[in-house]
C-alpha cells in the first residue's frame, strides 16, 4: 500500500502562487507515475498534471504554462506549483499514485489517492 498525503493549501489572491506537496510513504517507488488532479464544487475530478519516473511531465491545457509538476525521489514528495492563479483554479486538489510508470490523464488508471487539500482563489 501506497499512502499519499498533500499539503500547501489555502487561501490565495488572484494572481498569486502556491505550491502543492504530496508526501508518499509505505510501499513507494522512483518507478511509479505520480499526479495531480482537482475537483471543483459541482464538477468532475480533472486532472492537472503528471510526471513519470524519467521526469517527463504533460499538463492539462487549462494550467500549461502555469504549472510545474516535480519529484523528489529521495523525499518522496512530489511537487506542483503553480503560479499566476485564477478563481477558476479554485477546487480540491489530490496527488495520485500510478504503479505504471507512464503518464495518463485518466483518473480510474491511478492506484493511490491522498485526502486532498483545499485551494480557494479569491478574486
Known amino acids: 500500500q501506497v499512502q499519499l498525503e498533500e499539503s500547501g493549501g489555502g487561501l490565495v489572491q488572484a494572481g498569486g502562487s502556491l505550491r502543492l506537496s504530496c508526501a508518499a510513504s509505505?510501499?513507494?517507488?522512483?518507478?511509479?507515475?505520480m499526479g495531480w488532479f482537482r475537483q471543483a464544487p459541482g464538477k468532475e475530478r480533472e486532472f492537472v498534471a503528471a510526471?513519470?519516473?524519467?521526469?517527463?511531465?504533460y499538463y492539462a491545457d487549462s494550467v500549461k504554462g502555469r504549472a510545474t509538476i516535480s519529484r523528489d525521489d529521495a523525499k518522496n514528495t512530489v511537487y506542483l506549483q503553480m503560479h499566476s492563479l485564477k478563481p477558476q483554479d479554485t477546487a480540491v486538489y489530490y496527488c495520485?499514485?500510478?504503479?505504471?510508470?507512464?503518464?495518463?490523464?485518466?483518473?480510474?488508471?491511478?492506484?493511490?489517492w491522498g485526502q486532498g487539500t483545499q485551494v480557494t482563489v479569491s478574486s
Open positions: 510526471i513519470n519516473w524519467s521526469g517527463g511531465t
Open positions: 495520485a499514485a500510478r504503479i505504471i510508470s507512464s503518464i495518463t490523464t485518466r483518473a480510474e488508471w491511478y492506484n493511490y
Open positions: 509505505g510501499r513507494t517507488s522512483s518507478s511509479y507515475a
